[in-house]
């Protein structure tokens, strides 16, 4: 029998720990270009008290951020692609391709960057020197060959080589470097003034020195390092335990240095010599050659740290479907993606064509702080929403990941408005892009969980408050049958509250539940699918029943929850069914439940006509008018009935009382805000049906109050509200829940 830790070694070949995987090429990130060629600069700017508000606000995105990660590294296995791989499995794909390519263009120009820095400082001391002018006129060679421009990619090129023979060899090189940086540090904090005589030290953005805005875009890079040691997760042996430990440790032993460095150059130099010599470290140290090979180490390892990185982001990336498969292919016993690190070098090669750091170091800060603000996002909705799958052992309050993801974002607005809008812009493209593939992953999008706890603590509060008319929404269920064939409730629904509420469709399956569930399932899948179809806002349902009429009633109490319970009812009129009685005394029992009931009386010759009429007709005495005008007017607000006239109908007896209720009718439509016509209409000796008839037998909808069925469930009800409908088209019965108010039109009933 074998043994496991046997065949982990066999699967997993000259995998990585926490120092050598993490700990090392992060806090050598960290400590790189920045810290040597621009700290002083930043100084120099900033002044004491400001380079160290940019320091301690550059660590709050940094604690945040490494934090969140690290949470996110504790709860599942983290495979290759770092911060996109979590994001991907946290956010979704096509957010998590959006902030993946951000990170593998952040990543790779950071190569530029660190290339840049290392030619910048190579030509600053063998120009002082003078040794390069007498070996290149000793050989006869243009001066021409000291331009960054061919250093740099020549440096590209053989640290890319070094990547591509073998990640352990260049993760061995590291160690080196760590040590030559530490010798570097310690000769700094051993030198001496270069003043004796020093005047006051600038503690904040002198006259004449750079915004803050600018200074920290240039800072922040050299605080991004922490993710060196999250992009080599496939090549971890223990990433959960190895990503936490290594990433934080290197945080924070970057943030004690990045403390002390301004402290000590403040004081120790002057203001302009720190804006102007961008190599005032040889100048202070103790021993000026130990500050060259820091230099040198620091921002070559940081080189290879983002050449190591960046083409393991576009692998993973690859393997999601998000660019082309092939660019993922790897080599060797650890798959490594040598493909990737050529188009690594060539992006890097360009970014060293620009050959101004400063611009590099702008444009990075902007990927970067993408990025961090959505990792610290997707760690906060998962503890947050209380996804019982998120079980870190690293445990990341939600507040402090939502705290970060709030920095980045503010920053980025703070620091260039323009770029964050061009950042968003390419962002959302490259989101919908990849949401319209609809590409297919095992990933897990937590914003199913974070929409739960929205909605959840949305219920809370709701159960909390009491609802009246002035705050009302329509919660709506429709209670029909198969939804192309009485499409005309779903249309009603749909045009009266679109975007306004919830709608739920129901379907009823007469049986018993053991014997039908199968069929249910199935006739589930193909109603949802035909309402998402005609409907995409509205939700659909099926229920089985052994009795529709018990079941209606029985959906009508118990579907919804406590603060949010359906307060409208939508159906058709049973003018055909074969159980009046039982039709009559469903109408009863809905009307107890004090919900809104409306009935649809769908005539299948005329339907709704062209849509450009509808009829109110009030009684001027009851609740109902509140509740019609409200549905008159959501609906004349739809597209389908856009421009719709709407009259509202009352019959009177007497021209003297036509008078008082018109000016009274006309208060109440300015009350509802509603654009329609007051219609007064005397009786003349006729029945109200006749009147109606009269007036609105060709009006594309008609709203007619529902009378209470009588007590006794007199099967004729049907019969009689069928009578007086006759004639009319469609129809909608309306009977108002005692949330609206009455209101009477009748001078003498005030």
Request: with cysteine; charged share 15%; net charge positive.
């Amino acid at each position: 029998m074998s043994n496991p830790e046997e065949t982990e070694k066999t699967a997993h070949p000259r995998k990585f720990g926490t120092f050598k995987g993490v700990f090392t090429p992060s806090l050598l990130t960290i400590l790189g270009v920045i810290m040597y060629l621009r700290f002083g600069w930043v100084v120099g700017n900033a002044g004491i008290a400001g380079a160290v508000v940019i320091v301690l606000l550059a660590h709050v995105i940094s604690v945040t951020t490494g934090m969140s990660i690290s949470s996110i590294a504790t709860n599942r296995q983290v495979r290759t692609g770092g911060d996109y791989y979590m994001i991907s499995r946290s956010l979704g794909l096509p957010m998590g391709g959006a902030i993946g390519l951000s990170l593998f263009f952040a990543l790779t120009f950071s190569t530029s960057l660190y290339v840049i820095g290392f030619t910048e400082s190579l030509h600053t001391v063998l120009t002082k020197t003078g040794f390069t002018k007498s070996v290149l006129d000793y050989c006869g060679m243009p001066d021409s060959l000291l331009d960054n421009r061919v250093t740099g990619s020549a440096a590209c090129f053989i640290l890319t080589g070094i990547s591509f023979l073998s990640t352990s060899l260049a993760l061995r090189i590291q160690y080196l470097v760590l040590m030559t940086i530490g010798l570097s540090l310690v000769s700094l904090f051993a030198g001496s003034p270069l003043h004796p005589t020093l005047a006051q030290p600038a503690l904040w953005f002198p006259e004449g020195s750079e915004t803050f805005e600018v200074v920290f875009a240039v800072f922040f890079p050299a605080v991004t390092g922490f993710t060196a040691g999250v992009a080599m997760s496939g090549d971890l042996k223990n990433p959960a335990r190895a990503i936490p430990l290594g990433t934080m440790s290197a945080i924070m032993v970057g943030f004690i240095i990045y403390l002390a460095i301004p402290l000590f150059l403040g004081f120790k130099v002057g203001t302009d010599t720190l804006r102007n010599d961008p190599m005032i470290w040889l100048t202070v140290a103790r021993v000026p050659w130990l500050i060259i090979a820091g230099v040198f180490a620091a921002t070559l390892s940081s080189a290879l740290g983002s050449v190591l990185g960046a083409p393991r982001y576009l692998q993973a990336l690859a393997r999601d479907g998000v660019v082309p498969r092939f660019l993922g292919r790897g080599s060797g016993p650890l798959n490594e993606p040598r493909l990737g690190t050529v188009i690594t070098f060539l992006i890097a090669e360009a970014g060293i064509l620009l050959g101004e750091l400063n611009l590099i170091a702008r444009i990075i800060t902007m990927f970067f702080l993408t990025s961090y603000g959505f990792a610290c996002l997707a760690c906060g909705i998962q503890s947050w929403s209380g996804i019982t799958s998120f079980r870190p052992t690293f445990r990341t309050p939600a507040w402090v990941s939502f705290f970060g993801a709030a920095i980045c974002f503010g920053i980025m607005f703070k620091l260039d408005a323009p770029a964050m809008a061009g950042a968003t812009a390419a962002m959302i493209a490259i989101f919908l892009f990849l949401q319209k593939r609809a590409s297919r992953t095992k990933s897990i999008d937590n914003w199913r969980g974070f929409w739960t706890a929205v909605v959840h603590r949305g219920l809370l509060y709701l159960n909390r408050k009491v609802s009246d008319g002035q705050n009302w929404r329509p919660n709506v269920i429709v209670f029909g049958g198969d939804p192309i064939e009485r499409r005309h409730l779903l249309d009603m629904a749909g045009w009266m509250f679109h975007n306004r509420g919830l709608i739920t469709y129901f379907s009823l399956l007469p049986g018993d539940i053991v014997n039908e569930s199968i069929r249910a399932r199935l006739l589930e899948s193909n109603v949802k699918d035909t309402v998402r179809r005609l409907s995409p806002d509205v939700m659909a349902r099926v229920l089985v029943t052994p009795d529709i009429y018990d079941g209606i009633l029985g959906a009508a109490q118990t579907y919804g929850f406590s603060g949010l319970i359906p307060n409208t009812i939508l159906m058709g009129w049973g003018e055909e069914t074969a159980q009046p009685d039982r039709f009559t005394a469903m109408i009863r029992g809905l009307l107890a439940l004090d919900r809104n009931l409306m009935l649809l009386r769908h005539d299948d010759d005329r339907s709704f006509g062209p849509r450009r009429t509808i009829d109110i007709w009030w009684r001027g005495r009851d609740r109902n008018a509140e509740l019609m005008l409200l549905m008159a007017h959501l609906l004349q607000a739809s597209e389908a009935w856009k421009g719709a006239r709407v009259r509202v109908n009352v019959v009177v007896d007497h021209h003297i009382t036509a008078e008082k209720v018109a000016a009274r009718l006309k208060e109440v439509i300015a009350a509802a805000r509603l654009n329609a016509a007051p219609n007064i209409i005397l009786r003349g000796g006729k029945s109200t049906a006749e009147v109606i008839r009269e007036n609105s037998g060709q009006t594309d909808i008609v709203f007619l109050g529902l009378q209470q069925p009588p007590p006794d469930g007199s099967a004729d009800y049907i019969t009689r509200v069928g009578s007086f409908m006759t004639g009319l088209g469609s129809v909608l019965l309306v009977r108002a829940s005692s949330r609206f108010d009455s209101s009477t039109l009748f001078p003498d009933e005030t």
